[in-house]
């Protein structure tokens, strides 16, 4: 079979595809044909060797992919062949707390990852696909639509409540639906006009262009009568964080995920002690998550925003469009 490795060095030119033995399913396993993977932040901090410099190569890169499964192994019961599948992003993670052995089972990152032709992965580890979705929707899921479904409603969201999200990536995009069926109100911010038109589009009541708006949480707190939103999905980090702080109500949460603006800078505890914010560290979510948010999917007949699909052996560009920011939504590689 074909797969992409990082074999001597990390960075997106040495990302190269190879010929690899397709694995077979052992006991308690299913061998999946993928048909498509899709992209995230994370996926170009390890090709680049940002995520975790001290990965073990060769490394197969890449958390999120959806395919069939072809064939199983002994004992398997969850799944069956012909089945339409996704992988969930830490294989361990069923459901309960996070632990740090689960957090150790994440492909792509723990564990060799998704960008291959076939992948043999544990039956507790697959979930099944909502039959509405094509293969490249389906592989938006493991990663970003279950980090977003954790970050808000995990968090509790509630009709009538104010949610703030940074940016139009895959995580914020999913926040705006996942909010939207709740009955929130969503603020959502952008560089770009034309994606803000587009987040309007899906539901965001008002949008803020950073660019010339940089004080954007004053033009949060107008817009919320001064009060501040009830929670912020932080995608940013630290160059964002201060100012989501100043966004949020008293008494609101801030679901922190990303580090999109820089993992380093200076955090003034005192106003979240002052305003009483709960602050949550956000890393993905279960198989039990996973499989709540498809239910809504399903009944909600939810798409997700795939803004572009590349070809398996444009992977390199792929991640080279993800680099450029220029997307709105989800980037995917179709291997079919």
């Known amino acids: 079979m074909k797969a992409y490795e990082l074999r001597e060095a990390f960075g997106i030119d040495h990302l190269a595809i190879t010929g690899q033995v397709t694995p077979s399913p052992g006991r308690g396993q299913a061998l999946v044909k993928l ?10 901090l390890v090709v680049k060797g940002l995520y975790n410099p001290h990965i073990h190569l060769p490394f197969t890169p890449f958390s999120d992919g959806a395919g069939d499964v072809v064939a ?74 279950v980090t977003a479904w954790h970050a808000v409603i995990e968090a509790g969201l509630r009709p009538g409540d104010r949610v703030l999200l940074l940016g139009t990536g895959g995580v ?23 994606k803000l038109e587009k987040a309007a589009h899906l539901g965001a009541a008002h949008g803020i262009n950073y660019r010339t708006l940089p004080e954007w949480d004053r033009r949060v707190r107008e817009l919320t009568g001064g009060a501040g939103v009830d929670l912020v999905v932080e995608v940013g980090g630290a160059g964002t964080l201060p100012q989501s702080i100043r966004a949020v109500r ?15 800078g200076e955090i003034n505890p005192r106003p979240i002690v002052m305003k009483n914010v709960r602050l949550q560290g956000i890393l993905v979510g279960s198989r039990e998550m996973f499989e709540s948010m498809n239910k809504a ?3 909600h007949r939810l798409q997700p925003v795939v803004d572009r699909v590349f070809s398996f052996g444009e992977v390199r ?16 590689v179709s291997l079919s």
């Open 72 to 145: 199983i192994g002994e004992g398997v019961s969850r799944v069956k062949v012909g089945d339409r599948v996704a992988g969930i992003f830490m294989q361990d993670w069923l459901g309960g707390k996070l632990t740090e052995a689960k957090q150790k089972s994440a492909l792509g990152g723990g564990m060799q990852g998704m960008l291959a032709e076939y992948v043999a992965l544990s039956e507790d580890g697959l979930v099944h696909i909502p039959e509405h979705l094509s293969y490249e929707e389906a592989a938006t899921l493991p990663c970003a639509a």
């Open 35 to 44: 048909r498509s993977v899709s992209l995230n932040y994370r996926d170009l």
């Open 250 to 264: 008293t008494g609101g949460r801030i679901s922190l995920i990303g580090v999109l603006t820089g993992a380093e």
């Open 172 to 194: 914020s995009l999913f926040s705006l639906q996942f909010a939207r069926i709740t009955g929130a109100e969503v603020i959502i911010t952008s560089g770009s006009d034309e």
């Open 297 to 299: 999917i399903i009944l």
């Open 317 to 332: 560009d792929a991640l080279r469009y993800m680099e450029s920011g220029s997307h709105f939504g989800k980037i995917c």
